[in-house]
């Protein structure tokens, strides 16, 4: 990796203020749509806040790059299930783009039930010259009008509106923890612990269940779908990966009901490194597909794993993200850390892979020069245009001025969503309530 990767320039830092944060300010998702302009983020509070990137100008040419508030709305709201008596969570799970056909953003949202397809548009014009209404818009007596007035659009200040297009429920027993557009544009899944569900885009009363791993009995129940993501370019094949660390392709013309896997990836396990919490650590959080749609990135509680499509017994690329915590698993399984879910995510080129970590640490791993770098997100060493330092974890032994303990590493700081523009070197990284955009250096 290249020096310029290892320093970061923070262009925009804080969503929210950090002493007023509450629960409802967690971010709990972060994506770029297809051009990198937008960044959206959702939080637990059912919230979607749209970011757009500054236009560059002639005499400003070093705010390129920055990212301003463009919308904020309300995706989901907390509700009852009555015949459960199970409260339903307004926290976005996630959130994903749809391609720009028009004027007009279009991004998928959901919570553990509903998902829903929101219109982003904006309005800069307003009709006035009503015949049937007078200028504040109140019905007038018809016996009043003698003349036909033609409506005029006049100028307005610009307002970006937020319409709910579609909403598709009903259709998951489980929580929802994965949605995936496929490379169609005309469908898109949703996966649960469970199952997964196929839907178009203009029907919400109707899904098709393309997975369902529910067994007849639940206590014989071993496992559960963690995550799970189209091909980028072949609109029949998915993928999604599982609790107990394997992963599984299927290809949709095959059978309506994916139930045999055209391929699973699983990596032996070395027996020399079992222990009580192997199958805990060994769970994959996360799984994507690279931009090539060769490789499949999968992210479990140590690491990030490469595979390639061609190859299923082993990984090709095996990256340690926080090694030095193997010996503390005994302590972050008695505080719950040790089923923090953890996503990862490629650059333009996928080239580089990024994943976070604990104290607002995050990792990123150069896939062609193999080296990797630690960097941190916090508000105390990121002023605006600041470069950010590498920081290293000193196991044991004498630290290192630069260097911090790992006993004194903050577990409730963790870093689990993280994002990567498109094309270009600019990340997004959630850190609590807090969103932190970095960009490479710029000479």
Same mark, same amino acid.
């Given at each position: 990796?290249?020096?310029? &990767?290892?320093?970061?320039?923070?262009?925009?830092?804080?969503?929210?203020?950090?002493?007023?944060?509450?629960?409802?300010?967690?971010?709990?998702?972060?994506?770029?749509?297809?051009?990198?302009?937008?960044?959206?983020?959702?939080?637990?509070?059912?919230?979607?806040?749209?970011?757009?990137?500054?236009?560059?100008?002639?005499?400003?040419?070093?705010?390129?790059?920055?990212?301003?508030?463009?919308?904020?709305?309300?995706?989901?709201?907390?509700? $009852?299930?009555?015949?459960?008596?199970?409260?339903?969570?307004?926290?976005?799970?996630?959130?994903?783009?749809?391609?720009?056909? =028009?004027?007009?953003?279009?991004?998928?949202?959901?919570?553990?039930? %509903?998902?829903?397809?929101?219109?982003?548009? +904006?309005?800069?014009?307003?009709?006035?010259?009503?015949?049937?209404?007078?200028?504040?818009? #109140?019905?007038?007596?018809?016996?009043?009008?003698?003349?036909?007035?033609?409506?005029?659009?006049?100028?307005?200040?610009?307002?970006?509106?937020?319409?709910?297009? #579609?909403?598709?429920?009903?259709?998951?027993?489980?929580?929802?923890?994965?949605?995936?557009?496929?490379?169609?544009?005309?469908?898109?899944?949703?996966?649960?612990?469970?199952?997964?569900?196929?839907?178009?885009? +203009?029907? %919400?009363?109707?899904?098709?269940?393309?997975?369902?791993?529910?067994?007849? =009995?639940?206590?014989?129940? %071993?496992?559960? &779908?963690?995550?799970?993501? $189209?091909?980028?370019?072949?609109?029949?094949? $998915?993928?999604?990966?599982?609790?107990?660390?394997?992963?599984?392709?299927?290809?949709?013309?095959?059978?309506?009901?994916?139930?045999?896997?055209?391929?699973?990836?699983?990596?032996?396990?070395?027996?020399?490194?079992?222990?009580?919490?192997?199958?805990? &650590?060994?769970?994959?959080?996360?799984?994507?597909?690279?931009?090539?749609?060769?490789?499949?990135?999968?992210?479990?509680?140590? %690491?990030?794993?490469?595979?390639?499509? =061609?190859?299923?017994?082993?990984?090709?690329?095996?990256?340690?993200?926080?090694?030095?915590?193997?010996?503390?698993?005994?302590?972050?399984?008695? =505080?719950?850390?040790?089923?923090?879910?953890?996503?990862?995510?490629?650059?333009?080129?996928?080239?580089?892979?990024?994943?976070?970590?604990?104290?607002?640490?995050?990792?990123?791993?150069?896939?062609?020069?193999?080296?990797?770098?630690?960097?941190?997100?916090? #508000?105390?060493?990121?002023?605006?245009?600041? &470069?950010?330092?590498?920081?290293?974890?000193?196991?044991?032994?004498?630290?290192?001025?630069?260097?911090?303990?790992?006993?004194?590493?903050?577990?409730?700081?963790?870093?689990?969503?993280?994002?990567?523009?498109?094309?270009?070197?600019?990340?997004?990284?959630?850190?609590?309530?807090?969103?932190?955009?970095?960009?490479?250096?710029?000479?």
């Amino acid at each position: 990796m290249e020096e310029d &990767i290892d320093t970061r320039k923070i262009n925009n830092s804080f969503l929210r203020d950090h002493s007023y944060a509450t629960e409802a300010d967690i971010i709990s998702t972060v994506e770029f749509n297809h051009t990198g302009e937008l960044l959206a983020t959702g939080d637990k509070g059912g919230r979607v806040v749209i970011f757009q990137r500054e236009q560059e100008s002639k005499n400003q040419i070093h705010r390129r790059g920055e990212y301003n508030v463009y919308s904020t709305f309300q995706s989901h709201e907390p509700e $009852f299930d009555y015949l459960k008596s199970l409260e339903i969570e307004e926290k976005i799970n996630k959130i994903r783009w749809l391609p720009q056909q =028009n004027a007009a953003y279009f991004l998928l949202s959901t919570n553990d039930k %509903t998902v829903k397809l929101w219109k982003v548009s +904006e309005r800069d014009k307003r009709p006035e010259g009503y015949n049937l209404k007078d200028e504040e818009g #109140r019905l007038r007596d018809p016996s009043t009008i003698t003349t036909l007035r033609v409506p005029v659009l006049r100028p307005m200040d610009l307002m970006v509106e937020a319409t709910p297009r #579609r909403v598709f429920a009903n259709a998951h027993t489980y929580h929802i923890n994965s949605i995936s557009v496929n490379s169609d544009y005309e469908t898109y899944m949703s996966a649960d612990d469970l199952r997964i569900n196929l839907w178009n885009f +203009e029907i %919400t009363n109707q899904s098709f269940n393309i997975v369902d791993i529910k067994p007849a =009995n639940m206590e014989e129940l %071993t496992e559960v &779908i963690t995550a799970a993501e $189209f091909h980028p370019h072949h609109c029949n094949t $998915f993928v999604y990966s599982s609790s107990k660390g394997t992963i599984r392709l299927c290809d949709m013309r095959a059978s309506a009901l994916c139930d045999r896997h055209t391929k699973f990836f699983e990596e032996p396990e070395d027996p020399s490194n079992r222990s009580f919490f192997s199958e805990i &650590i060994s769970s994959i959080s996360d799984v994507k597909f690279s931009h090539s749609g060769r490789y499949i990135m999968t992210r479990d509680y140590l %690491t990030v794993k490469v595979w390639d499509l =061609n190859m299923e017994n082993r990984p090709i690329e095996t990256y340690q993200v926080h090694d030095y915590l193997r010996s503390k698993l005994c302590s972050l399984y008695e =505080n719950d850390c040790i089923f923090d879910k953890f996503e990862c995510v490629w650059n333009g080129s996928d080239s580089v892979i990024m994943t976070g970590s604990y104290n607002n640490f995050f990792r990123m791993f150069d896939r062609n020069t193999k080296r990797d770098v630690t960097l941190e997100a916090s #508000r105390e060493n990121s002023k605006p245009r600041a &470069i950010l330092k590498p920081r290293k974890v000193c196991v044991g032994g004498k630290r290192r001025k630069d260097e911090i303990s790992v006993d004194s590493l903050d577990f409730s700081k963790k870093i689990l969503h993280t994002a990567w523009h498109p094309s270009e070197n600019i990340i997004a990284v959630a850190a609590t309530n807090n969103l932190y955009i970095f960009q490479d250096k710029v000479n």
